[in-house]
């Protein structure tokens, strides 16, 4: 009786470890990750937005299976060509998108590791279209900032500038690169200090060699418009900011803010930063413009 009672105890101590070393011989499920395990983007409804997916896969029992899934609406379709990943403990899969304001929102990406073991992980990358963070209307979209410092006429400073490329320009040299000229600076007796678009007609007047420009740049401006330019953003609400025929802004001061728009559609904000002299004076200035 003993002899059986201690062979079933020998039995049962044996599944036990049996039982216990299968479970120490069980890998750790695979993880899976998307560019630091970002997923949601935002994009404007302004500019296309090109988005770089890194996909990290790590799994101790070996890749078995690496998927993405796209998904748009209630569509759901395989993406990419990821290959090279079977047998292997780190996968690394990269690629870019690029995303207009034209497509359907949102679109998504679901990304699926299955092991060796079966056992998966999987995660899902969405893009959104913001709409001003909630509100209506039309978002600012991206921006460049740049602080100018722009010369009156009778100073030898650039008075014209490209809000394009950030670039002040001399005269000599506005000539050259008149299609990319938004606006420039003089100082009136009448307007005093001014921003005006090269095709207003008083800013022919003050810069007679405009008359010979190939190009003529008619950019609308609005002084004082209802803005926050010291919190712009890219979700900043701008539906409210019109613009009419306007092509100068004049009697400037520090601290006022112009919005403008541009022959080729982009709009931009300007803060008057400071004023000295003038028509042998400068002016400083931030711009802060669509891309």
Known sequence: MKKVFSFALVALIGAIMFTSCKKDETKPAPT????????????TATADTTITFN???KAEAEIDQFTIKKIVGTTETSYGNPTGFAGKTDYVYNFNETFTP?????ISYKFKVVDKEGQEASITVTIKKITSG?????????FQTYTITLGAQNNTQGSSFASSTGTVYT???????????DFMYYY??????????????????????VSNWTTKNNTKFVKNPTINFDNLS??????GVTFGSETKANQLAANNIIAFKTDA???????VNSITGTNDGTINITVKVQQ
Request: net charge neutral; glycine share 10%.
């Open 32 to 43: 899976i990750s998307v560019t630091n395990n970002k997923v949601e983007y935002l994009i």
């Open 55 to 57: 996909v990290t896969v």
């Open 102 to 106: 034209a497509m359907t929102y949102p």
């Open 134 to 142: 909630g509100q209506t209307g039309t978002p600012f979209g991206a």
């Open 171 to 181: 005269l000599a040299q506005a000539a050259q690169n008149s299609h990319l000229v």
């Open 188 to 209: 009136g007796a009448t307007n005093q200090a001014t921003l005006a678009a090269p095709g207003d007609a008083q800013t022919a007047q003050v810069y007679s060699q």
């Open 234 to 239: 890219a979700t900043t609400d701008i539906s």
């Open 265 to 271: 559609g982009k709009i931009g904000f300007i803060k």
